[in-house]
């Protein structure tokens, strides 16, 4: 009898004992070798494995459990044995394992990378069991580290048998568990964990990401591939991508990091692709939420054709909608600070059925304050049946209560506007607050979202209505100035007459219009009205005003405005007027271009263009239809631009404006000039100052010097100059002058002899006596000589003649003004100061 040879343990072979001349005693016998066997190979606590890594690919065999379990490498002095080993470069690798059974302690990762460019990628996800094969016995985890461009996201697709989300506790029924992770820069969030065959199509996932797949021990690789794509440009850190089958079904999913907390101000989404003809239910349930200290947690949905839709977590969601959609959701700052904050975590219940059924919606309009609904049917081959309170219609109007019923109604058959009136018959009777003009809340049970609201606007006899923009100042929608944004505001005259179009961010701050008008908000095309404008404009009902429009501009710099006359292209209505205030900043001018102008034949009276500044009685500029306009008027001021209309007998009156902010020129040439002016100060100053400094310096060179008089008058040049003339002094100045002291015909005496100079002023006479002689100064030029003592005048021949004799002691007239006032006054020092002239003679 012979026993069959044992295989090495752990081989994934069926290995029998067999031999048919064997008795049931001889097979005994070698299963209890065959159990000796293992024993001893357990005893041993040595396992060999030989290991070669795929090209690119990356082992990791690690013990994080048991201390004294090693892996080890190599023989003889080169062993090295550690708790965790790496492996790569395609290169076989002997490895032996220290303990008795491994598996339960080694955990191996078999890691690979893909890189994106903006335009691929280096490779796709690939489920092979090649590389790992000798590793069946452990546990293993496959791992594919993913990089996309900058800014960009990448994509896997998970191809036709798609997956789907289960909790983390949860096992997936072939042992195949993936798990989807996204690096951020707060930390790694775990977007969800998957199981084969669900509607989960595809996944995006920003910059970098990995994508995982864990086996139990024994378990092989099932093959497969994901393909790897460049994706979107997303502003999420996921995109999860689901394709909902025909027919009844439901899908399940969980916020990211569930059980734990979507981390903060994090956004997650995900986009369901509906069949057709089918609509859809969404329900969040084990909804727990955080303490906010930023923003607000909210779900927001988007879908084709119609505006966004956000929703508190609180809040019913979607109900009975229909065709594609997204769901967002947002998480606010959390407020980490109390112990115990559950944070974000909720789950996501998405149901969706044949249309076949109908769809039941109760709408209560009874509270809306004059607000009526209208659903009318838009496809002529419809199949849409819509029902109000049990009655079939083809339109339906809701005023108060009613319950609605809609079968086989797809968004694209029907259309669902609003309309309210807002009126007044007297002042007293209006409200004094502005009434907002607001986007009614409706059902999302509806079969399509509102389009278009109109608000009918009312006022008094001779009133006036005034619109006004919360969201800031209004534009035309005009050629050259389109509106980008999706809302568009038309106000009309009660007939119908457009006014003109507008939307925001423009330069109209107020329109007034003094008759019954009509307001409609609606979206660019058949889209739905955005929820980010629910408040769209504020009304007050006023006085009347002289104009029939009047629109009030502020006008930013170097930002051209268009304005249009009411009605444009048409025209002005016969006989009408509008006037718009434009405001002119300070140190601004206002350029006016009038561009597509159309002038009318009149019948009666004459269209006109005015411009005339707030506050002046002229007008800048004046133009009758049959006068010819400027190209461009200037104006710095705050300014009027009226226009009127005739009443024409062929064509029409319209006119688009263009108003362009400009720097006003007078304010650089003010600029110019003060610069000039300041220049000419400075120059004018240095001039004084150079010339100052060089009259010093003259002064400090002068020489004093003593010269004799021979008019007996002696003085010394220096700081007090040279004695004034008679053009200089004041000497022929009279305060008052009596008939007898007027002496005339001594003076012409005086002259005719040659004695007295040209004088009319008579002083007495503080000279030096005759036996005095006049002072030398220091700079005289004489050598050795004394301050204060007298030298004879040299040389003798240039002497001056000699003085006429006349008596000293006795004035000339008996008269108080000639009486000396001190007997010794003549006997003093000579007076330094301005000469005086001589008294007359005999």
């Known amino acids: 009898m012979t026993c069959a040879p044992i295989p090495p343990p752990h081989q994934d072979q069926l290995y029998t004992l067999w031999d048919s001349s064997m008795s049931s005693s001889a097979i005994r016998v070698c299963l209890r070798v065959l159990c000796l066997s293992g024993i001893v190979s357990t005893v041993s606590g040595v396992q060999k494995l030989t290991i070669t890594p795929d090209r690119g690919t990356t082992f990791v065999i690690s013990n994080a459990q048991v201390k004294g379990c090693k892996v080890c490498t190599g023989a003889g002095r080169s062993r090295r044995c550690v708790a965790s080993l790496l492996l790569k470069d395609n290169t076989p690798v002997a490895v032996e394992f220290e303990c008795s059974r491994p598996q339960d302690v080694f955990r191996v990762e078999i890691n690979r990378s893909i890189e994106c460019t903006t335009k691929s990628c280096s490779g796709h996800i690939i489920q092979a069991d090649s590389g790992s094969l000798p590793l069946l016995d452990f546990d293993r985890k496959f791992t594919w580290n993913l990089r996309g461009a900058a800014q960009k996201a990448f994509k896997i697709d998970f191809g036709g048998t798609g997956l789907r989300q289960i909790h983390p506790s949860e096992r997936c029924p072939d042992r195949h568990s993936y798990t989807l992770q996204a690096f951020q820069d707060t930390g790694n969030v775990s977007v969800g964990k998957y199981c084969r065959a669900g509607a989960i199509s595809s996944a995006q996932i920003l910059k970098l990401g990995s994508f995982s797949l864990e086996v139990p021990a024994g378990q092989k690789l099932q093959n ?33 990091n569930y059980p734990d907390s979507f981390p903060d101000n994090k956004v997650m989404e995900w986009y369901f692709q509906v069949p057709a003809k089918h609509k859809t239910a969404v329900q969040l349930l084990n909804l727990t939420q955080p303490s906010c200290l930023k923003k607000e947690t909210a779900v927001e949905y988007h879908s084709k054709g119609r505006g966004a839709l956000v929703q508190r977590l609180t809040d019913p969601q979607l109900q009975q909608t229909w065709g594609d959609f997204s769901m967002t959701l947002r998480n606010c700052e959390m407020d980490r600070r109390r112990a115990g904050s559950p944070g974000l975590r909720l789950g996501v219940q998405v149901s969706t059925s044949s249309a076949s059924s109908p769809v039941l919606c109760k709408v209560d309009l009874s509270k809306a304050g004059g607000l009526s609904l209208h659903v ?16 079939t219609k083809e339109n339906i109007t809701v005023t108060s209560h009613s319950e609605l019923s809609f079968q086989d109604c797809p968004p694209e058959d029907v259309q669902v506007t609003a309309m309210r009136v807002i009126e007044c018959s007297r002042f007293t009777d209006c409200p004094k607050a502005p009434v907002h003009l607001s986007l009614p809340m409706l059902p999302s049970c509806l079969p399509a979202p509102l389009s278009r609201v109109t608000w009918i606007l009312r006022p008094p006899l001779h009133g006036t209505v005034e619109l006004t923009s919360p969201a800031g100042p209004l534009k035309q929608s005009l050629p050259g100035q389109p ?36 307001v409609t908000a609606s979206s660019v095309g058949r889209s739905a009205l955005k929820t980010c404008y629910k408040h769209v404009l504020d009304v007050c009902f006023k006085e009347e005003i002289s104009e029939r429009y009047i629109f009030t501009v502020l006008p930013k710099k170097d930002t051209p405005v268009l304005l249009a006359t009411p009605g444009w292209p048409a025209g002005m209505k016969s006989y009408s007027t509008v006037s718009w205030i434009v405001s002119v900043p300070p140190k601004m001018e206002a350029h006016l271009m009038f561009a597509n102008l159309s002038r009318p034949k009149c019948s009666n009276r004459h269209t006109n263009i005015r411009v005339q500044r707030v506050g002046s009685r002229e007008e800048d500029y004046s133009r009758r239809e049959d006068e010819e306009a400027e190209p461009e008027i200037v104006v710095s001021e705050r300014f009027y631009l009226n226009m009127s209309n005739c009443m024409p007998e062929r064509g029409h009156f319209s006119v688009i404006t263009k108003i362009t902010l400009r720097e006003s020129k007078n304010l650089l040439l003010t600029i110019i000039l003060s610069v000039v002016a300041a220049l000419l100060v400075i120059f004018v100053f240095v001039l004084v100052m150079v010339f100052v400094v060089i009259k010093k310096k003259k002064k400090e060179l002068d020489h004093q010097v003593s010269i004799y008089n021979p008019n007996s008058t002696s003085f010394l040049p220096g700081p007090n100059g040279f004695p004034k003339t008679r053009e200089d002094n004041e000497s022929h100045v009279y305060a008052s002058i009596e008939d007898t002291l007027v002496y005339t015909h001594l003076l012409r005496k005086g002259m005719d002899i040659g004695v007295y100079g040209e004088s009319d002023t008579f002083r007495p006479y503080e000279g030096h006596a005759d036996s005095q002689r ?69």
């Open 774 to 842: 006049p002072l030398v100064s220091r700079d005289s030029g004489a050598e050795d000589t004394e301050v204060g003592v007298y030298r004879p005048f040299l040389p003798a021949a240039q002497q001056a003649p000699p003085l006429p004799s006349r008596p000293r002691s006795q004035p000339m007239v008996d008269n108080e003004i000639y009486q000396s006032k001190d007997p010794s006054e003549g006997e003093r020092s000579p007076d330094l100061g301005p000469r005086l002239e001589p008294e007359g003679g005999d």
């Open 483 to 518: 509106c980008n944004d999706s809302l568009v505001i038309k106000v009309a005259e009660d007939d119908g007459t457009a006014i003109g179009h507008f939307c925001p961010q423009g330069a109209i701050q107020r329109v007034q219009i003094h008759t019954n008008m009509s």
């Open 224 to 256: 497969g591939q994901f393909d790897v794509s460049v994706g979107e440009e997303i502003k999420s850190l996921a995109k999860i991508a689901l394709t909902l089958p025909k027919g009844a079904s439901s899908s399940a999913l969980l916020s990211p």
């Open 376 to 391: 009318e049917k838009v496809g002529p081959a419809s199949n849409c049946e819509m029902k109000i309170n049990s009655v």
